[in-house]
């Protein structure tokens, strides 16, 4: 199978400006920088996808944050909800260390691609709606270039699952109408491909414990089994675990 359009795809997402409100924002946040990151060179730019081009999972998630992967130019890396993400990904089975500090830190993903509805920081971290729908397009591009292989997505949150379900149904996947509301736990078998949702692992929902770890572990696990990914059983119960 031919993957070479991703990366180009993945190079024309970190040259978009088409947002001035995020441009804005993520440029002067790279410049300001937090104390903690003053010695850091921000990334500054829109953040790409991060996993292999032949992903049979596929996790939906807003945003970058501006100290996360606005500095480090990776998805959910360097900040404390990528904390939680990654270290449920290696629990499972399907990244190589359960920690993400910078994009050259030695991080494999095992048939996972990670990547968001909006691809800018925003302020607040809240994407306008008009936001949300200029930066579908890069969304829908992705789809159709995973569409060979991808058997399964967790979309993570509302706002996610209301920016992914317009995007699916683009890319070439009938989604239901009216369109399902999201929940947690939520699963909808689409033309070829299981979608679920899950909490967003935004330091609200894992502080005060809507979404733990376990809520986390569940949902990865269960949405690998669909897109034939092998997985490491949760502690106490049989399964099979091994990689090749």
């Known amino acids: 199978m031919d993957t070479s359009g991703l990366p180009v795809l993945d190079r024309r997402i970190a040259e978009c400006r088409a947002c001035p409100r995020l441009v804005s924002w993520r440029e002067e946040t790279a410049r300001v920088k937090r104390a903690a990151f003053a010695d850091w060179t921000y990334w500054g730019r829109p953040v790409p996808g991060f ?11 807003l945003a970058p ?7 480090t130019g990776r998805m959910f890396t360097g900040d404390r909800s990528g904390d939680v993400l990654y270290e449920a990904l290696h629990d499972v089975g399907l990244a190589s260390q359960p920690t993400a500090v910078h994009a050259h830190d030695g991080l494999e993903l095992y048939g996972v691609r990670v990547t968001a509805p909006v691809h800018c920081a925003p302020p607040a971290n809240k994407p306008t709606p008009e936001e949300r729908d ?7 591009q992705e789809l159709r270039q995973l569409r060979p292989t991808l058997r399964a997505a967790v979309v993570l949150g509302a706002f996610g699952w209301q920016a992914a379900l317009p995007a699916f149904t683009e890319a070439g996947w009938p989604v239901p109408r009216p369109r399902p509301a999201f929940s947690h736990g939520e699963q909808v078998r689409l033309d ?3 979608l679920f949702g899950c909490y967003h692992v935004s330091q609200r929902n894992t502080f005060t414990g809507r979404l733990t770890p376990a809520m986390l572990r569940d949902v990865l696990r269960t949405a690998a089994r669909a897109a034939g990914l092998p997985v490491t059983a949760e502690p106490g119960t049989p399964g099979p675990a091994k990689r090749s």
Do not use: F, K, Q, Y
């Not at 944050?65 to 500095?71: E, I, Q, S, T």
């Open 51 to 61: 996993g292999p081009a032949d992903a049979r999972l596929l996790i939906v998630g």
């Open 65 to 71: 944050a501006a100290h996360g992967g606005n500095r």
């Open 134 to 140: 200029t930066c579908r397009p890069w969304l829908v």
């Open 192 to 194: 070829g491909l299981e």
